[in-house]
């Protein structure tokens, strides 16, 4: 009987790590494969991920699970956001989770193809 996580809950347990501000959680959950995608970054690695993407943690106030649907190796989740300052913004990612670890996230908040960024690159600051 195998004693790992469902992957909703290796899912969930990924954003409660930005929101209780737990690196060691979140690199426990990131496989060394990880791959990210979003409108503004284009299959990035676990490094640049850590490096551009964590910071971003200092934000977060909160998510709200509207939906988390499991379907094979992938969940694909609904949420709502807030940040410290009030703001709120709802997104749908979704995340390839094998082995209890999160190998892949696709979020989707409306871009544009061509992918703007060049292929393992991003956008902005």
Not at 47 to 76: K, L, M, Q
Not at 87 to 110: I, K, M, S, W
């Amino acid at each position: 009987m195998s004693t790992a996580l469902p992957k909703t809950a290796v899912a969930k347990a990924a954003f409660e790590a930005y929101v209780n501000d737990d690196r060691a959680a979140i690199e426990r959950l990131i496989a060394e494969d990880f791959s990210f995608t979003s409108p503004l970054d284009n299959g990035i690695g676990r490094e640049t991920y850590f490096a551009h993407c964590w910071p971003n943690h200092e934000t977060i106030a909160a998510f709200h699970f509207v939906r988390a649907v499991e379907t094979g190796d992938e969940v694909i989740v609904t949420y709502e956001g807030e940040t410290y300052d009030g703001r709120r913004f709802r997104n749908t990612e979704v995340l390839t989770v094998r082995d209890g670890a999160v190998h892949a996230v696709e979020v989707y908040f409306g871009w544009s193809l061509p992918h703007e960024a060049a292929p393992g690159g991003f956008t902005g600051p």
